[in-house]
């Protein structure tokens, strides 16, 4: 059964397109989150919300809109997609209190725009 | 503002011979650290965290970390590696928000 889930797993689209991602955990955790991943493997944070409400948005481009209908969802819409917003998109989750504090992510999304 | 250094790009290493991955870190507030590896294609997997208590940390795998706060410093070993290690692996601390502040990642190459 598996933690954190995304789909799709691969996204190939040509620019200017609109697309989404989703993402879903069972785990219960009440804070998730989305990170990019570059060409180069580099790890950084976007987004973050902790039961529906953002706390994090690190300087990301407006196209870039997410959504959570509720604590297990995280969804990340794109639009007006350009060259470099291909990478690899994980969602990843935690319970922001309590002592625990680390982030089980999910299997990542790879974004190709063309 | 939190930050992570990994000092190696990548580190090749023959089969069952020891490994250490090293991380430094700067953090102004209480420090609570990560080590994450990633296979090919695939999300990241915890290996092993810090959050207080005993310096020496054991995690999956056979792996271990020791947390040094005067050399700021959260490194990672294995005593005898294997192939099935070969991966790249990520230290991580927290930072505000509960959100991961990343290293550029280490890759391991472990060679028969």
């Known amino acids: 059964d598996t933690a954190v889930s995304q789909t799709p797993k691969y996204l190939v689209t040509q620019m200017g397109n609109d697309k989404s991602i989703k993402c879903e955990q069972n785990l219960g955790h009440d804070t998730m989150y989305w990170y990019k991943q570059d060409s180069k493997k580099f790890l950084k944070i976007m987004f973050s919300y902790n039961n529906k409400e953002l706390i994090i948005n690190e300087t990301v481009p407006n196209r870039f809109s997410p959504k959570s209908p509720d604590k297990a969802h995280l969804n990340l819409h794109i639009n007006s997609l350009e060259l470099g917003d291909s990478a690899v998109y994980f969602c990843?989750?935690?319970?922001?209190?309590?002592?625990?504090?680390?982030?089980?992510f999910g299997p990542g999304t790879r974004l190709t725009v063309t | 503002a939190q930050s992570v250094t990994q000092l190696d790009s990548q580190v090749p290493v023959f089969e069952e011979a020891p490994v250490e991955l090293r991380c430094n870190y700067s953090s102004s507030v209480s420090v609570y650290l990560f080590w994450y590896v990633q296979y090919p294609n695939q999300g990241l997997q915890l290996l092993l965290k810090y959050l207080s208590g005993s310096t020496l940390v054991k995690g999956i795998n056979g792996f271990e970390a020791e947390f040094n706060k005067s050399q700021t410093s959260f490194h990672l070993r294995k005593p005898s590696v294997h192939i099935s290690d070969t991966a790249e692996y990520f230290c991580?601390?927290?930072?505000?928000?509960?959100?991961?502040?990343f290293g550029a990642g280490t890759i391991l190459r472990v060679k028969s």
């Open positions: 991580a601390v927290r930072s505000y928000g509960n959100k991961l502040v």
């Open positions: 990843a989750s935690s319970q922001a209190y309590g002592g625990a504090y680390e982030q089980y």
